[in-house]
T-cell receptor, first 113, second 119 residues
Framework: GESVGLHLPTLSVQEGDNSIINCAYS??????FIWYKQESGKGPQFIID?????DKRQGQRVTVLLNKTVKHLSLQIAATQPGDSAVYFC????????????FGTGTRLTIIP | GAVVSQHPSWVICKSGTSVKIECRSL??????MFWYRQFPKQSLMLMAT?????????EQGVEKDKFLINHASLTLSTLTVTSAHPEDSSFYIC???????????????FGPGTRLTVL
């Protein structure tokens, strides 16, 4: 079946360095992708999103890249800070109007002071 | 903007009792709300989609008679776990879709979650 998955379950990065979290998806019909950050005991927090007609979108210290050819999504966090330590999920929507989000398994990012 | 709240943040109950969890969109109208369940170190699993004024749509494998969902207004949805058992212990999270504008129509904003522990 269709799935959204992450390549690595854990990632440790030195404070101040850049981090890259990857996500693979298998459904070429997906047209909307979102990255969420979830801290322990809290709900997911929206970070950034991207539609399939774009290949890059930037926010504050974050950049999402979408490669539709290989069905790959990445989240880049620049100049990481201790507060960036969390679990990051990618999520996809299959089609516009279909409300359901499919979540990936998550990557735990740990920032090393 | 786009704040979603949940109440309670945590609850402990005895086996066999029912627990109600509220989800509110505080600064926007949410025609659609979603209920998820998350077990430790796992991803979010969608339980049901709740539309204001109509019956919820449950995902396969989710018992609609056990997990009662009511979406009576554009800012409130409730999830009632009936006859709770220890295996229902989990982190329950709601989200709401902000339908104010095209650019935001796909974005779901999540509540802080409710930790349910059934003894």
């Amino acid at each position: 079946g269709e799935s959204v998955g992450l390549h690595l379950p854990t990632l440790s990065v030195q404070e101040g360095d850049n981090s890259i979290i990857n996500c693979a998806y298998s459904n070429s019909a997906s047209d909307y992708f979102i990255w969420y950050k979830q801290e322990s005991g809290k709900g997911p927090q929206f970070i950034i999103d991207i539609r399939s007609n774009m290949d890059k979108r930037q926010g504050q210290r974050v950049t999402v890249l979408l490669n539709k050819t290989v069905k790959h999504l990445s989240l880049q966090i620049a100049a990481t800070q201790p507060g960036d330590s969390a679990v990051y999920f990618c999520a996809e929507k299959m089609s516009f109007g279909n409300e359901k989000l499919t979540f990936g398994t998550g990557t735990r990012l740990t920032i090393i002071p | 903007g786009a704040v979603v709240s949940q109440h309670p943040s945590w609850v402990i109950c005895k086996s066999g009792t029912s627990v109600k969890i509220e989800c509110r969109s505080l600064d926007f109208q949410a025609t659609t709300m979603f209920w998820y369940r998350q077990f430790p170190k796992q991803s979010l699993m969608l339980m049901a989609t709740s539309n204001e004024g109509s019956k919820a749509t449950y995902e396969q494998g989710v018992e609609k008679d056990k997990f009662l969902i009511n979406h009576a207004s554009l800012t409130l949805s409730t999830l009632t776990v009936t006859s709770a058992h220890p295996e229902d212990s989990s982190f329950y999270i709601c989200s709401a879709r902000d339908g104010r504008g095209f650019g935001l129509s796909d974005t779901q904003y999540f509540g802080p979650g409710t930790r349910l522990t059934v003894l």
